[in-house]
C-alpha cells in the first residue's frame, strides 16, 4: 500500500509563513499528481494547490502569490510554502497524491492524515 505522511502545521500571526511538507511511501511505481487540499470549519473541502507530472502546477485564486506548491519527483514528497498568511487561511490541509502502484489494487488516490493550520489576527 501508499502512506502519505505530512508534517506539522502549526499557529501564526497574520502575515506570517508556514511550509507544508508531505512524503508518500510504500508501493510506488510513479505519481501523476500530487496536491493540497484544505477544509475550514464548517466549509467543503477546496484544492488549494496542485502539481501534475509535466512540472506544471495551479493554485487557488485566493492563493495565488502567497502559497507555492513544490515537488521533488524523485523523492515523491510535495510541498506548500504559505507566505504573507491571512485568518482565512485558518483549515486542516490535506496532501494528496493519485499513485500508479505496483500492489495489486493498490492504484488509486491517497490522502495525507490532515494538519492544522491556525492564523490569529
Known amino acids: 500500500q501508499v502512506q502519505l505522511v505530512e508534517s506539522r502545521g502549526g499557529s501564526v500571526q497574520a502575515g506570517g509563513s508556514l511550509r507544508l511538507s508531505c512524503a508518500a511511501s510504500?508501493?510506488?511505481?510513479?505519481?501523476?499528481?500530487m496536491g493540497w487540499y484544505r477544509q475550514a470549519p464548517g466549509k467543503q473541502r477546496e484544492l488549494v494547490a496542485a502539481?501534475?507530472?509535466?512540472?506544471?502546477?495551479n493554485h487557488l485564486d485566493s492563493v495565488k502569490g502567497r502559497f507555492t506548491i513544490s515537488r521533488d519527483v524523485g523523492k515523491n514528497t510535495v510541498s506548500l510554502q504559505m507566505d504573507s498568511l491571512k485568518p482565512e487561511d485558518t483549515a486542516i490541509y490535506y496532501c494528496?497524491?493519485?499513485?500508479?502502484?505496483?500492489?495489486?489494487w493498490g492504484t488509486g488516490d491517497y490522502w495525507g492524515q490532515g494538519t492544522r493550520v491556525t492564523v490569529s489576527s
Open positions: 494528496k497524491a493519485v499513485v500508479l502502484s505496483s500492489s495489486p
Open positions: 502539481t501534475g507530472g509535466g512540472g506544471g502546477t
Open positions: 510504500g508501493s510506488i511505481v510513479t505519481i501523476s499528481a
